[in-house]
Antibody, heavy 121, light 110 residues
Framework: QVQLVQSGTEVKKPGASVKVSCEAS????????ITWVRQAPGQGLEWMGW????????KYAHKLQDRVTMTTDTFTSTAYMELRSLRSDDTAVYYC??????????????WGQGTLVTVSS | QSVLTQPPSVSAAPGQKVTISCSGS????????VSWYQQVPGTAPKLLIY???KRPSGIPDRFSGSKSGTSATLGITGLQTGDEADYYC???????????FGGGTKLTVL
């Protein structure tokens, strides 16, 4: 079955960086994209950006574009999301989800299990 | 403040029907498809509806989606206690060049 498995919980200090991985299985990785969404405690969903697994083309949310980098490794069918200069308001559960091969498809299925990133001094 | 507007909560009795609204603008819902997600607390979101009114395989036909103008609606019939969750709408926004979500609606099955 199609599945996305994410890396484990992270605790970081303000100013540090975090890199979350998302390993895909059950489908041809390069024929889809990966979207990243985060959810702060008790809050709603926030779209972070998209990457084409085939071309590596990316589109980031405007508020994050200076601090986030999304990459893929087609040999291991793994997507990565790195967020730099972490702040306390970056504390959230970070999800990867399978997206379309083009940017504007706008729906995600399935989702990874989520990775909790806590930013605290 | 979310770009798409949903009611914070809805409730209904088991077996009844409920609808959840999602209001946007011409830059998102008005000219793009809407998707709906179910999130049971502590778990990842799950796709319920895509392209405004299509159900992925495995999603029961008790769940339906519709769109009219700049608003969309999720309908759930034959409510079950297992339907208690948060529900989110989402759409591509052509002006923002980003996916936007509603703030979420908490469904309580009384």
């Amino acid at each position: 079955q199609v599945q996305l498995v994410q890396s484990g919980t992270e605790v970081k200090k303000p100013g540090a960086s975090v890199k979350v991985s998302c390993e895909a299985s059950g489908y041809t990785f390069i024929t889809y994209g990966i979207t990243w969404v985060r959810q702060a405690p008790g809050q709603g969903l926030e779209w972070m950006g998209w990457i084409s697994a085939n071309t590596g083309n990316t589109k980031y949310a405007h508020k994050l574009q200076d601090r986030v980098t999304m990459t893929t490794d087609t040999f291991t069918s793994t997507a990565y999301m790195e967020l730099r200069s972490l702040r306390s308001d970056d504390t959230a559960v970070y999800y990867c989800a399978r997206d379309g091969p083009t940017l504007t498809r706008g729906w995600f299925d399935p989702w990874g299990q989520g990775t909790l990133v806590t930013v605290s001094s | 403040q979310s770009v798409l507007t949903q009611p914070p909560s809805v409730s209904a009795a088991p077996g009844q029907k409920v609808t959840i609204s999602c209001s946007g603008s011409s830059s998102n819902i008005g000219n793009n498809y809407v998707s709906w997600y179910q999130q049971v607390p502590g778990t990842a979101p799950k796709l319920l509806i895509y392209e405004s009114n299509k159900r992925p395989s495995g999603i029961p036909d008790r769940f339906s989606g519709s769109k009219s103008g700049t608003s969309a609606t999720l309908g759930i019939t034959g409510l079950q206690t297992g339907d208690e969750a948060d529900y989110y709408c989402g759409a591509w926004d052509s002006t923002l060049s980003a996916v936007v979500f509603g703030g979420g609606t908490k469904l309580t099955v009384l």
